[in-house]
């Protein structure tokens, strides 16, 4: 069970609001996260794939009238990252992208637009337990 901090619960219509935004559907997956995620910082921040260790400071806020919510984070970034949208952020200016269409997790870094892939999302949320 993941434990997560702040966590701030997403008004009655970003789901539809998010979708209409991005013109895709949320997998089903990536509500159930959000419902229980939306906006938090996860207890267990670090995890290590292959050599490399990452960190998640928080998952973005996915209501609309928000501070630093997922739509300041899409619209700053849509140019770079195209089939993705941003999930979450490290502290340090990258970012974690999701690929919608096979639930995919990539490491987005933001000082040469490079994007890795880790792994799966549901490994990713394995990864913050």
Known sequence: MNEWQLNIELNDNSIKNIEKYIQKKLPVELMSFLMEANASYPKNDRFKVESSEY??????????????????????????????????????????????????????????????????????????S
């Open 55 to 128: 960190i998640v400071n928080n998952i973005l806020n996915f209501n609309e009238s928000s501070e630093e919510s997922f739509y300041d984070s899409f619209d700053n970034l849509k140019e770079n990252i195209k089939d993705f949208i941003p999930l979450a952020k490290d502290g340090f200016g990258n970012y974690y992208l999701i690929d919608l269409d096979n639930l995919k997790v990539y490491f987005y870094n933001h000082e040469n637009n490079g994007i890795q892939y880790l792994f799966d999302f549901d490994k990713f949320i394995e990864a913050l």
